[in-house]
């Protein structure tokens, strides 16, 4: 199934390297493949594969190759300085794509050593837009799904939910046992097992890492580091406040959301809050990347208690303020007051069942799965 970053890559591999991170099993070996036939001589090599390890190793893949995929290849010792040798004495014309989860994403931040050789994007779980254009599903239809199964490939087209249910109980276990392994010791997996479920629990409210840490017979601190580093798998993702031209006393703590909507614990609200979220999130860092817009999901609630689930902000400037809600469509008391105080904000309040769109108060009142379908990506 095309993807919607197939198009963008293959633009961009005609001019430097490309770098796509995300999830572990969103899609990236298989959008990597799908590239494949658009060269006339192209080579896949995973560091996974004994044989295909060897062959990055030598550095021994064919000469003419017009496209070199590199796939894992983070988990090699000292691939970065490995991946710069191999661009700058790459053959002419000779294009490069790199993909991997985890570690890789700190390729953005390699420094000066890659400054200017190459492009990065982020692929994300299937969103309203993107699986609306794949299937032709109509947006509610596809929200609907999307909540049920989430947004990854493998439970997103299982043929029903109880399949979709066990991929993501296999996924998980392996999330933990591999992946949350390379980065912690192995006395800390389990702790590690432990605050994920916690977690279900806590989407879309403002995270006290002190009550973590009372959970788990922890430290703040190490509940902070242990946070990091799910965020570093794509297990969850934090939204953090907007903090500029807001009332003083803002609180700072971030709220944390599922890159899989399918492990959210909670009612319809919730799981419509965390889909939202993630969808959000796949928009403004796709504008970054693809457009190199600076564009940041946030969340609105200072001390005095008002709050509005979400902001997204560009070149530090509100230009949304979003509230979500399942049922309710009379215009959400915060997001008015904010609404007022920033008017070049678009102001919208998606709400999961609506009998009519509206605008009140000057506030866009819409059909969640119709305005998240007009979504970047």
Not at 49 to 78: G, P, Y
Not at 278 to 299: C, I, N, P, W
């Amino acid at each position: 199934m095309k993807r919607y970053l197939d198009g963008l890559i293959l633009t961009d591999l005609h001019r430097k390297m490309v770098i796509v991170t995300g999830p572990r099993q969103v899609g990236k070996t298989t959008l990597s493949k799908q590239l494949l036939p658009a060269f006339e001589r192209a080579q896949y090599l995973n560091w996974d594969v004994s044989d295909d390890r060897s062959v990055l190793t030598r550095q021994s893949w064919r000469s003419d190759a017009q496209l070199l995929v590199f796939d894992e290849i983070h988990k090699m010792a000292l691939w970065k300085n490995w991946l710069k040798g191999v661009f700058d004495g790459r053959a002419n014309n000779q294009a490069i794509l790199v993909t991997g989860s985890a570690r890789m994403e700190t390729f953005r931040y390699a420094g000066d050593s890659m400054a200017g050789r190459f492009f990065a994007y982020r692929l994300h779980p299937f969103s309203v837009k993107e699986w609306c254009d794949a299937s032709g599903t109509a947006p509610k239809d596809a929200l609907n799904h999307l909540i049920e199964r989430g947004g990854f490939p493998e439970a997103c087209l299982a043929q029903n939910k109880n399949d979709a249910d066990r991929w993501r109980t296999l996924y998980l276990d392996r999330m933990v046992r591999d992946d949350i392994l390379e980065f912690s010791r192995v006395r800390e997996v389990n702790t590690m097992r432990v605050l994920v479920e916690l977690l279900r629990d806590r989407v879309g409210s403002p995270l006290s890492l002190a009550s973590l840490a009372r959970d788990l017979g922890s430290s703040a601190k190490t509940v902070s580091s242990y946070l990091e580093i799910l965020q570093a798998l794509f297990i969850v993702f934090t939204v953090r406040p907007w903090h500029h031209n807001i009332a003083r006393g803002l609180l700072q703590t971030p709220k944390v959301y599922f890159y899989d909507t399918g492990l959210v614990r909670g009612n319809h609200g919730v799981k419509l809050e965390n889909a939202s979220a993630a969808m959000l999130l796949k928009h403004v860092q796709f504008l970054y990347d693809s457009q190199g817009r600076e564009t940041k999901l946030h969340y609105v609630r200072t001390k005095d208690g008002a709050a509005v689930d979400f902001a997204i902000s560009e070149d530090q400037r509100l230009t949304h303020l979003i509230e979500c809600k399942a049922t309710d469509s009379t215009p959400h008391a915060a997001l008015k007051r904010f609404a007022k105080e920033h008017p070049d904000a678009i102001a919208v309040q998606m709400v999961g069942d609506l009998r009519q769109p509206q605008t009140r108060d000057g506030i866009e009142i819409i059909d969640a799965a119709t305005w998240l379908a007009g979504l970047a990506a």
